[in-house]
């Protein structure tokens, strides 16, 4: 069984910047496309970011375009979220999601197993 644990959220001004780190433990995530997802109070889980199994390709929602950066460690068996020019509609909690399958996907039922998801707070 894949464990995934989210770390690095935290409280950031506006403009600012945060790196979000995804570790795994019980199998290693080089078998997974890997995906970031956020859920904003009141709203539905959505996709920000998402990488193909073997690295390289990745996918970027069009509001995190430019501003956010998904990579993959595996031999640190661990994903990361870089991001930067935060807005305050960037707060969230975000998850670290695993998909049993080459190509990284773009919906919630298309990850096979997630973390517990670690608070980003913007603020102006």
């Known amino acids: 069984q894949l464990q995934l644990v989210e770390s690095g959220g935290g409280l950031a001004q506006a403009g600012g910047s945060l790196r979000l780190s995804c570790a795994a433990s019980?199998?290693?995530?080089?078998?997974?496309?890997m995906g970031w997802f956020r859920q904003a109070p009141g709203k539905e889980r959505e996709i920000v970011a998402a990488i193909k199994r073997s690295g390289g390709s990745s996918y970027y929602a069009d509001s995190v375009k430019g501003r956010f950066t998904i990579a993959r460690d595996d031999a640190k068996n661990s994903v990361a979220l870089q991001m930067t020019s935060l807005k305050l509609e960037d707060t969230a909690v975000y998850y670290c999601?695993?998909?049993?399958?080459?190509?990284?996907?773009?919906?919630?039922?298309?990850?096979?197993?997630w973390g517990q998801g670690t608070q980003v707070t913007v603020s102006s």
């Open positions: 999601a695993a998909r049993e399958s080459f190509r990284p996907g773009t919906k919630e039922y298309e990850y096979d197993y």
């Open positions: 019980g199998r290693t995530v080089s078998n997974y496309a």
